[in-house]
């Protein structure tokens, strides 16, 4: 199959597939803003790849440390580990992972793992491969390692719920797949979602809440600025600095382009005190920004109520929902189902002493992380 990369803001609409008016929107704004306009803690370099009638988002990092986790494997393999374990529960093993997390962090960097190109990187918590079946991995491998021969190749957000045959294809061609953390999928929202109990009750606080819903079909002066302060004051705040700091440019943008669909509430002076942007393919939703007013009481449910907007999302266009990582028994609760997602790395062209951290992480991941999520519902 034939496949090319290129540089988007290079590049004529005569080059693009009919059909990927969205994949260019989104590729075009980070090539020409570039990353840090958009998300301010990502240094990335953003291109474009062809395969056929499909156009993937590529970033290409050359060892940069530190930034967001969506393109750097030592940020999240290391530097989140040991954020997220402030705040979940690992239970009696939480002093081995921690110790876990900082050893590796320093082996890791040594291996240069982040010398790295994503494939289908879309630079969000969860990325969705719209029903990419894989048929064009090899072609897509052979043309990155020429390109790229001192940097391992990262696909990420993989699950056998929806992108089974897409895992078998890269298995297929040598990637290993290294688990990455334990997301919660609907299947069918009104089978599995509304009759639940708790569901009930959300739609209860939703009838009686002071706080007015809002489909977001414009924006109001302020709001891009407002929805990604939201977002902070929960994923930057709450939970990791290393999760990607989404700026008002990007919220402006991917509602303007309609890349991500919004819905909010606001209280009595217009004002929007929670807020859920959601991104669609292949038939699946998932929500990337999910933010509340996190000084308001617990009881007004404001998180109750960004879940509830986005699974009404997913079921008025009868979609399935990705419900990522997170709030398990919350998820649970409410019809979802734990799913292993994974990460798959090409490694072969590298180095011995690079390969060998790889498959050192690949090991202790399988052995030691993956109980201990499925156990603890991390």
């Known amino acids: 199959m034939s496949v090319a990369l290129f540089d988007p803001a290079a590049i004529s609409g005569a080059g693009w597939p009919t059909g990927a008016a969205q994949e260019r929107a989104y590729l ?28 993937f988002p590529v970033t290409v990092n050359d060892g940069e440390y530190g930034d967001a986790y969506v393109c750097l494997p030592h940020t ?13 529960d690992a239970g009696p093993w939480s002093p081995a992972m921690a110790a876990l997390a900082s050893g590796a962090g320093a082996w890791l960097r ?13 630079m969000l918590s969860t990325n969705l491969h719209g029903g990419w079946r894989g048929g064009d991995v090899p072609a897509i491998r052979a043309l990155l390692t020429d390109r790229f021969p001192t940097h391992a190749l990262c696909v990420r957000s993989l699950n056998r719920w929806s992108d089974s045959d897409l895992c078998d294809a890269f298995a297929a061609d040598g990637w290993r797949l290294l688990p990455a953390r334990q997301i919660y999928a609907t299947d069918d929202l009104s089978r599995d979602w509304a009759p639940r109990r708790d569901t009930r009750r959300d739609l209860a606080l939703l009838k009686n809440t002071a706080h007015a819903p809002d489909d977001m079909q414009t924006l109001r002066p302020g709001d891009a600025q407002r929805i ?5 004051l929960l994923y930057l705040d709450r939970y990791s600095k290393l999760n990607p700091a989404f700026t008002a440019n990007f919220i402006e943008f991917t509602h303007r382009s309609g890349i991500f669909v919004y819905r909010g509430f606001r ?7 929670a807020i859920v942007g959601c991104f669609i393919r292949g038939g699946v939703l998932t929500t990337p920004i999910v933010g509340y007013d996190t000084a308001q009481p617990v009881d007004h449910g404001l998180y109750r109520l960004c879940s ?4 009404q999302m997913a079921m008025e266009r009868g979609l399935k929902l990705n419900g990522s990582a997170g709030a398990a028994s919350f998820k649970r609760n409410r019809g979802a189902r734990a799913v292993i997602e994974y990460s798959a790395y090409f490694i072969e062209h590298l180095p011995f002493a690079r390969r060998s951290a790889f498959i050192a992480l690949e090991q202790l991941l399988n052995r030691i992380a993956l109980p201990i999520m499925t156990e603890r519902g991390l």
């Open 110 to 122: 040594g291996a240069e793992v982040n010398r790295i190109v994503h494939v289908n990187n879309w």
């Open 28 to 55: 075009e704004a980070f090539a020409m803003r570039g990353s840090t306009a958009l998300i301010s803690n990502l240094r990335t370099k953003v291109m474009a790849l062809r395969s056929g009638a499909r156009v």
């Open 308 to 311: 509830l907007a986005l699974a």
């Open 267 to 273: 209280d009595g002076d217009g004002v929007l005190v």
């Open 228 to 232: 990604a302060d939201l977002y902070a």
């Open 76 to 88: 999240a393999y290391a530097l989140y580990a040991k954020d997220e374990l402030r705040i979940v």
